[in-house]
């Protein structure tokens, strides 16, 4: 990868930013670090979770999937918490979690209605976003339901995009092409206990809660690593 250029919080030119988070745990491990120094610059985030998140132990029979989605968001409220963006505005859109609606269909028109009249009463100067090719479907449908929100909004929102899976499962035709977008960094070394603790607010994610199916996911302390290091990085769209 590129080296990012490193930028300052304070130069960020917005007010209002929404974080599009595809499940709960996107928020804290791809962008939780640059929300804090934002909202304690006196910025308004508000946090968008596309999906339910409730497909990660789909054998589970104590955890069934709305049990587990209600599970999410409290995990969801508490990371924010310890993020201290407790008072920060959120919404839940309760797509379903590896089952998003498809482009174009009557659910997915009704998905990115909602998603427009969130853009007109909140007014984001910025929105992040996950990146456009990050190789989980979730986060590309949501990309997209986002960006067509955007473009129905008929405003010029800037954007920046935050990579998940991109380094661990990526593609070569996955990454941005140097005339498509730039890296950008933020130094997030002085907040690497803050996300941690925000990822472990995850505990679906990231411990032994749900028991009982063998095969459920859980993150590895290999991805929470490599995503709560020094820098956030991410991928700024030249046209963005």
Known sequence: MTMPRLLDPRDIDARRILVIAPHPDDESLGCGGLMVMLAAGGRQIHTLFVTDGGASHPASKSWPRQRLASQRESEAAEALARLGLGNQPRSFLRLRDADMPQPGSAE?????DRVEQLLAGF?????????????????????????????????????MEYA???????QLGDRPAPDEAEFVAFDVSHLRVAKRQAVAAHLSQTTALIDDDPDGFLLG?????????PLEIYVRPWDG
């Open 164 to 170: 998940i899976w991109l380094d661990e499962f990526g």
């Open 108 to 112: 997915w028109t009704a998905a990115r």
């Open 221 to 229: 302390e290999e991805t929470i690593a490599r995503l709560t290091g």
């Open 123 to 159: 007014r984001p100067d910025l929105v992040l976003l996950p990146w456009r090719r990050d190789p989980h479907r979730d986060h590309r449908d949501s990309w997209r339901l986002s960006t067509e929100a955007i473009a129905a909004s008929g405003r010029a929102i800037a954007t």
